[in-house]
């Protein structure tokens, strides 16, 4: 399946531009870090952030290979297209979490809160985060605790119905991420502020908007001649069973 493009841009705005949202919801496991590991340095910062996005990466991945399977199996014409569509819905309701921060819980929130209380009891075995092995390990586990944004990434990487774009797609979010939390980790400063400012939010959820919007129509558009190119490109092809 060809890599989706338009995916991974909604994906990377999402995360840089939900710093709000990702502040409000984790910016006390953040800063806990620094006072965990006795350390207060960049590379203590970066670890557990860095873990945050391999766990991402990683679920992306195995709700993708999911994805592929029951594709695979059910074997029908028209999945594949009815698939690339719910994608689009999906990135249309990122782009109104991203315009209304207070929106409700993501797609996938009762599954990932049943998945988290099976999980946390693991973070006993990563205490105390005194080496980098355990911050990275305590930083993927942090990246299973539920939140609305990244469950909601989450529904779309599993859509996709590919392990290495749903992998791709939770990757491009977590790297997204980076600019707000590893300061909050460092520091507890919110030193990427201007990324919370409420034009530059808007903006990037009307671009998602925008992406979600052409990856639901994408099916009809790909009718017409002169966007066809474009939108193969962009990888708004799906895979045929």
């Keep these: 399946m060809p890599i989706d493009w338009l995916m991974l841009g909604a994906a990377l705005l999402a995360g840089l531009m939900g710093g709000v949202h990702c502040a409000a919801m ?6 806990g870090f620094s ?7 960049w590379l203590a910062a970066l670890e557990p952030n860095l873990g945050r996005v ?15 399977g029951l594709l695979s199996v059910a074997r029908v014409d028209w999945l594949a297209w009815g698939l690339r569509s719910a994608v689009g819905l999906v990135l ?15 797609v996938l929130a009762g599954p990932a809160h049943r998945l988290w209380a099976r999980l946390r009891p693991l973070q006993r075995h990563l205490l105390p985060a005194d080496t980098s092995a355990k ?12 939140c609305g944004l990244s469950t909601t990434l ?8 590919d392990a290495r774009n749903g992998a791709l797609t939770m990757a491009a979010f977590g790297l997204g991420t980076l600019p707000m939390m590893v300061p909050l980790t460092w520091s507890g400063a919110r030193i990427a502020r201007w990324l919370q400012k409420p034009g530059l939010r ?24 002169a966007l066809h190119g474009a939108l193969t490109a962009l990888g708004c092809v799906p895979r045929a069973t």
């Design 35 to 41: 006072a965990m590991s006795g350390r207060s340095s």
């Design 135 to 146: 911050r990275v390990g305590l930083g993927m586990l942090w990246g299973w605790l539920p």
């Design 154 to 161: 989450l529904a779309a990487a599993w859509l996709q119905a």
């Design 92 to 106: 249309i309701a990122i782009a109104i979490r991203m315009l209304n921060p207070r929106a409700g819980p993501g």
């Design 54 to 68: 391999l766990g991402y990466t990683l679920a992306g991945a195995i709700v993708g290979g999911i994805g592929h």
């Design 26 to 31: 984790c910016g006390g496991i953040a800063t």
């Design 202 to 225: 808007r903006s990037a959820g009307v671009l998602v908007l925008a992406s979600g919007v052409l990856t639901l129509a994408s099916p009809w558009l790909m009718q017409i001649p």
